[in-house]
């Protein structure tokens, strides 16, 4: 049985929600109705924008000229009010580097930012989600599976290492996707035809709007709703590929007035690139749809299905003349280890008119995650190093707030006001084995309530200033029941926990536009990190110096950090390019003591560095894309000051090149990713052997013929055998497990559109 809070803990969130949103609205209607300054850019009353799926819009770019769809794509026709193209909604996508800020009240002022669209996506060589981010400058990638889809790799915003999903917060249509338990948001099952746009907004002032998790950024993928295109359309997508990969994609959209229902699903099976690194996947996501001009309503489901087996590390040992990356790089030491992993979710919500400029969004929903994971060794029988993880998550949301774009006293002005509430229950049984009873039985409860302002005004037709701040109050209750029978139960049961905290976030933000070509940006922010369930739940040694059992306590300190970050943006009609530097301070960085497994409060530590993107439009059929970024993680303070945080890469860059050849019915594009060494996780000494540094090639051509598509992507072209994740030996200096990953792959896919 899930446990609950108290009923008096709910009913005070509940007074507490009531009396904050009642505060929200009362608007005086004379402030909500007044004129702007005629010296000041008019301010645009529009029916309802689309912030449903997301809060802060995105950087938009002008650039002059149309973009060719990719093969297989549709022309996006224009959207209606509220639809994903609605309210200064992003034209552009990493190709061209997403950096214009004509527009005011673009984005979130003072911050740097990418948009990567859908042509990006379709046009990209990378065939996985983490890899097509990757693309944007600064982000590092970590993977230990090998999945050909990216299955279970980590998106790392600004070096956090082990702890990088933790620290960046993942939305789906600008709703949080990030539990209150240690599993990573799997971005391989969201079906890549869904995806309209992917917004990346760097550093943590995404955490007034979005909370907890946003230090090392916000990344947000809004998905299709088919709305504004024809009657009826339907893509259909078929292929093959290296490890004996099939996959499969449908999509559909319908429209009938103010109604439209759209679906995107997709398929995948592959061997893997190791031995026990099997996948079976499918994934789905659905739309309904309801606009008129003062009311928006949707309705979005989703669900996936994930089988993966886990084929652990490859030994290296130089004392004893072990190098299982060179002798059988693609065996495995876990042949019976697996993660088995099914989600399923409901959002509505509706966004009503409520004054001129003045809208009312409401929106709330149900998220469930069940899990089960095997791990188990050489060896399928039960033995003491086996563990038998079968858990349940379920997460109750609504958040209601409000948008006032108008005036105040003559000021351009665009505020966005409201309340966030989560309600979430996990349940884990943990044992040695599936089918026995559980040595552990965890049970947590957490419920956040918070409340947001974020004000945007305009000081001067060139310039944007921004400020905001979020409270945030967290119950937690958590409870171990032990079973000192069950077999190999040899620990202790940990003391419960209830515990409340407030939390708070804050930004302020700037940017000016000398010319229409050239503009700077600045901002300061302060954020903060809950440790989640799992972190909680192994917490705290274990043993004591004599290996006697000793209870953990589900304590564990909030993280927080304090940012700032400078920069400047020159867009022309051709070219583009952003700059940033920005320099992050953390206080109690939760990170995993991988030897003797248990969580820890790290001793302060600091991110800081540089990030530059680019684009350039040479001609009609050719433009290139960059992007490099320095990226630096060290501790302040301690006995480890001075050195590096583990698993992040100093130095990491990428090249890009898309060639119509032939009016879209030939198209090459290319991408070059190239990465610097890092420390192995493990190494906070900075003593061992680094992960070596690297660089793989993407090819890609495809094209189109009326209604029919393909494409024929080669991957790491020239078949580097490379790994982003190693752990250093406590005890045997030199020897480490590496996890490698795919040489050179290939798949072809083909399709149509009707």
């Known amino acids: ?65 149309p973009r060719r769809p990719a093969p297989g794509q549709v022309p996006t026709s224009a959207q209606p009010a509220g639809g994903a193209g609605s309210g200064g909604a992003a034209t552009t996508g990493a190709s061209s580097g997403g950096t214009g800020g004509g527009r005011q009240f673009a984005g979130i002022v003072g911050t740097s930012a990418t948009v990567i669209t859908a042509d990006d996506i379709a046009h990209s060589p990378s065939h996985t989600l983490a890899e097509i981010i990757a693309q944007a ?92 295109g024809p009657p009826v359309s339907i893509r259909g997508e078929a292929g093959y590929g290296s490890f004996n990969q099939r996959m499969a994609a449908i999509s559909t959209a319908v429209n009938s007035g103010p109604w439209s229902a759209s679906f995107y699903g997709n398929g995948i099976k592959s061997d893997g690139y190791r031995v026990n690194n099997a996948l079976d996947q499918r994934n789905g996501v659905g739309n309904l749809n309801y606009n008129t001009p003062d009311l928006k309503a949707f309705l979005t489901v989703t669900g996936d299905d994930q089988k993966l087996g886990f084929p652990g590390g490859r030994i290296v040992d130089p004392s004893i003349g072990v190098n299982e990356l060179v002798t059988n790089r693609r065996g495995t030491s876990t042949p019976f280890d697996f993660g088995n992993q099914q989600g399923a979710s409901a959002t509505a919500g509706f966004t009503k008119t409520l004054l001129n400029g003045v809208d009312l969004i409401v929106d709330g929903g149900y998220r469930q995650r069940d899990t089960q994971s095997g791990f188990f060794g050489a060896s399928p029988f039960i033995s003491a190093a086996s563990t ?8 109750w949301s609504i958040t209601p707030r409000l948008s006032v774009n108008n005036s105040i006293f003559g000021i351009a002005s665009s505020i966005l006001t409201g309340i966030d509430y989560y309600d979430a229950t996990f349940h884990q049984l943990r044992g ?14 957490q419920q956040s309530l918070a409340g947001y302002w974020q004000h945007t005004v305009g000081l001067l037709p060139t310039t944007d200033f921004s400020y905001g701040a979020r409270v945030q109050n967290t119950w937690l209750s958590a409870r171990d029941r032990y079973d000192p029978n069950a077999p190999f139960a040899f620990d202790a049961q940990a003391t419960p926990l209830d515990q409340s905290e407030t939390n708070y976030a804050l930004h302020v933000g700037v940017e000016h536009r000398f010319t229409d070509v050239f503009s700077v940006f600045a901002r300061a922010a302060h954020a903060f990190r809950t440790p989640d369930v ?42 583009q390019v952003q700059t940033s530097i920005y320099n992050m301070d953390l206080e109690n960085e939760i990170h995993f003591n991988p030897v003797l497994f248990y969580n820890v409060n790290l001793d302060p530590t600091r991110r800081y560095g540089s990030e530059t993107q680019a684009s350039l439009r040479i001609s009609d059929t050719v433009s290139l894309r960059g992007g490099m970024a ?50 192995m996780d493990n190494d906070q000494a900075n003593t061992q052997t680094r992960i070596p540094g690297d660089a793989t090639i993407d090819l890609k051509l495809s094209g189109a013929y009326e209604h029919f598509f393909w494409s024929v992507s080669v991957n790491n072209v020239l078949n580097a055998l490379y790994y982003d994740y190693a752990i250093a030996s406590t005890f045997t200096p030199g020897r480490f497990n590496a996890y490698p990953l795919p040489g050179r792959t290939f798949l072809v896919k083909a399709g149509a559109t009707f």
Not at 2 to 7: D, G, N, Q
Not at 635 to 664: K, M
Request: proline share 4%; aromatic share 8%; charged share 20%.
């Open 630 to 679: 320095y990226t630096r993680a060290v501790f302040r303070e301690g006995q480890f000051a001075g050195h590096d945080v583990p698993l992040v890469s100093r130095y990491s860059g990428n090249l890009g090149v898309t060639w119509n050849i032939w009016q879209n019915y030939l198209v090459l594009d290319a991408t070059l990713r190239a990465w610097s060494s890092r420390i």
């Open 432 to 445: 040695a084995f599936q089918g026995v009873p559980p040595i552990h039985t965890y049970d947590l409860s």
């Open 388 to 395: 038998y993880n079968d858990a349940a998550l379920q997460t």
């Open 1 to 65: 049985m899930l446990f609950t809070v108290t009923a008096t803990k709910r009913r005070r969130a509940l007074l507490l929600a009531s009396t904050m949103l009642a505060s929200v609205l009362h608007v005086p209607a004379t402030q909500a109705q007044q004129a702007a300054s005629e010296q000041l850019p008019p301010v645009e009353i529009r029916a309802p924008v689309d912030q449903t799926r997301t809060r802060a819009r995105p950087t938009s770019d002008d650039t002059t000229g």
């Open 137 to 228: 400058p600064g982000v590092q990638l970590q993977s230990l599976y090998g999945g050909v889809n990216g299955a279970k790799t980590s998106v790392d915003l600004r070096g956090f290492g082990a702890f990088a999903t933790a620290n960046t917060l993942f939305l789906l249509n600008g709703r949080r996707l990030n539990d209150i338990d240690m599993a990573q948001v799997d971005l391989s099952t969201i079906p890549l035809d869904s995806i309209e746009r992917i917004e990346i907004t760097r550093g943590n002032s995404g955490a007034v709007l979005y909370g907890d998790n946003a230090i090392g950024g916000v990344i947000n993928i809004v998905t299709k709703t088919g709305a504004g």
């Open 534 to 575: 799992d972190e909680r739940v192994s917490t705290g040694p274990a043993f004591d110096a004599d290996f006697n059992a000793l209870p953990q306590n589900f304590r564990l300190k909030t993280q927080t950090s304090h940012d700032v970050e400078g920069g400047f943006r020159v867009k022309t009609g051709r070219f």
